[in-house]
């Protein structure tokens, strides 16, 4: 009887453990922000966009359940020993490097000497539509417009955007749901490499490598990732298919794993596709470097030609991406992260 309820009192606990804890929001319109709280301990940050960030929003910093910040600092708040490359990854996002002709992956604050005459548009931050705590999750709905000409020009998607925060004592969720709607009469899609929806890791999280790199877009700009030292840095991927390492970059999988450790406990970072999205399962856009990224639209680069996906929308025409992130200070399992993916193509829709 004994063992019996040392084995119940176990399972109880357990079962609290893993209870979704309650998610409240903090707006702050004069840092631009909105703070975002899970079982009362800071979680993540919405920036709008603005001369302070990006010329985009961005869920910005990003921490675990037990508080290690898995994004990285740069261009914000740079950390010593952090790459200083690519100012356009910061946080959490998502936006596309060529929209009829404009580049939203690229934009920043910091453009080099030679993107100068680049083509960019800008994603305007319009307002905010919902902002709902809970006892479970947390409900954040924005819309936004992406306009052409770095935001001088013309109107060519309305953005609605719904974020649903969730946490345990060990893990934390981020659903975003992004429906573009086309305002101008033609939005062209073009299949290149820089897209979608993206996270840009701590230093401790890379894949640890021993030799620079040099990565050129789609416009034959180079950026220079130099070798940097590599202590603490333990960032290993997994796919859902099983592929590793850096050889996921330009795969398909309904998920992505990244394993590491940070502040002495292990990490897990996984981004899981879903079956209603364009090109299921997704091609990945995933760097030793740090950048995490899903790229349904890619596929002409990632399959060396041999498919290819030019996305048109006409006027009035609409799209929707749906990704779950799942933040974890602990192992996740394939059969884990496969029944969480499951789940997550049926409760989102």
Request: charged letters at 25%; hydrophobic letters at 35%; a positive charge.
């Amino acid at each position: 009887m004994k063992k019996l309820f040392l084995i119940l009192s176990t399972c109880i606990a357990l079962q609290v453990s893993a209870q979704n804890q309650s998610v409240s929001f903090k707006k702050n319109d004069a840092e631009k922000k909105i703070d975002v709280l899970v079982g009362g301990k800071y979680f993540t940050s919405y920036y709008f966009p603005g001369e302070a960030i990006l010329k985009k929003a961005v869920l910005y910093p990003i921490l675990s359940a037990q508080g290690s910040t898995i994004t990285r600092g740069y261009p914000v708040a740079i950390r010593p020993g952090e790459r200083t490359d690519h100012p356009h990854h910061v946080g959490m996002w998502l936006n596309y490097e060529d929209v009829n002709g404009f580049d939203y992956w690229n934009n920043s604050n910091n453009i080099s000497d030679g993107m100068k005459s680049h083509k960019f548009g800008t994603i305007v931050h319009e307002q905010v539509l919902n902002m709902k705590g809970g006892k479970e999750k947390g409900e954040l709905t924005v819309s936004a417009t992406w306009i052409d000409r770095d935001g001088k020009g013309a109107k060519v998607l309305a953005e609605k955007t719904s974020y649903a925060f969730s946490g345990t004592t060990d893990v934390r969720v981020i659903d975003r749901i992004t429906t573009l709607t086309a305002l101008a009469e033609t939005v062209l899609f073009k299949d290149v490499k820089d897209g979608m929806f993206a996270i840009r890791l701590a230093r401790q999280l890379e894949i640890p490598s021993n030799k620079p790199d040099i990565f050129t877009d789609a416009h034959g700009v180079e950026t220079k990732v130099p070798v940097l030292d590599n202590t603490g840095v333990s960032g290993d991927y997994e796919s859902s298919e099983g592929i590793t390492g850096e050889k996921v970059w330009s795969t398909r999988a309904k998920w992505m794993n990244l394993k590491g450790v940070l502040d002495n406990h292990p990490i897990n970072i996984a981004i899981l596709d879903h079956p209603a999205n364009v090109s299921y399962p997704s091609y990945w856009h995933a760097r030793g470097y740090g950048l995490f990224a899903v790229n349904p639209l890619g596929a002409k680069v990632f399959s060396n030609g041999k498919d290819e996906r030019n996305l048109t929308l006409k006027k009035g025409e609409s799209v929707t991406f749906r990704y779950r992130t799942v933040i974890a200070d602990k192992q996740l399992s394939k059969d884990v992260l496969d029944k969480m993916q499951a789940d997550f193509a049926k409760q989102v829709k």
